[in-house]
């Protein structure tokens, strides 16, 4: 019955980090899980199945994050066909590279990488804050990182885009938290999926203190205590979690 259950809505729940934040809320929390995905139907469907055989449930939203008509959509096409339940916890998750020297970076290279990361957690957390401050309850969980902390060459726009989701969650987490909303944003190193497989993982290894990069799932493990109930006086944080790297 997802009646009685907290409902968390992660973006970009296809693969990586966003799966293993999806399955770790479904088992530690009992959530229903709103996994979103923009093109990768099948590894959407692979995370329903791991969340759906370990005895939880879920549901697959497909909407491009940085597409506000897209995102208003969908949710609120979801909230009508559920008026009794509201979205509890959003992880903004969904997020894309498109590494280059600044002075040789197309227009559309910036616009991409801003709007996915920065103005996809415009789009998804306007669309559920109102119903969270009503509720006087709720959780945003953004993933930055270390990259919007440090910034890193050949990604000015990666940077930027990170560095203005750790700013926006610092305000954001100042203007509702009296509502019992807490907002946060986890910075994460290098980890282990697609997004730097292209990378080198033996030299990414070299320079990190832990010699080894993260998992996806020790990233989950951040995100499913930020959701909890434990976590209620943490607000407004930025947490690393990069194996020594960079603090
Ligand atoms: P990944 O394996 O490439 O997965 C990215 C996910 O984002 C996919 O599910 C993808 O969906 C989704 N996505 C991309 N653009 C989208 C859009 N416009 N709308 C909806 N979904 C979209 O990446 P990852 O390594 O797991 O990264 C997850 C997050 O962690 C990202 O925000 C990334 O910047 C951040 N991060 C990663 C690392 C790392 O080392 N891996 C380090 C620091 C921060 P489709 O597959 O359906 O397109």
Redesign the pocket.
Known sequence: MINNKKIALI????????SAIAIQLSKDHDCHILI?????IK??NTTLDEITNQGGSGEILQ????NKIEVDNALNSWKEKNPNLFIEIVVN????LKDGLMMWMPESDWDDVVN??LK?MYNVTQSTLQEMLKKRNGRIIN?A??SGLKGLPGQTNYSAAKGGMIAATKALAQEVAKRNVTVNAIA????E????DENNPTVLSGMIPAGRLGK?TEVAYLVSFLASDKAAYINGEVININGGLYS
């Open positions: 973006t970009g729940a296809s693969k990586g980090i966003g979103n995905y923009k093109s990768d590894g959407a909407f491009d994050v940085s998750n969904a997020g894309i996915t990361s996809g993933i990182s270390l994460p190193g290098f980890i999926t697609a997004m730097v996806p």
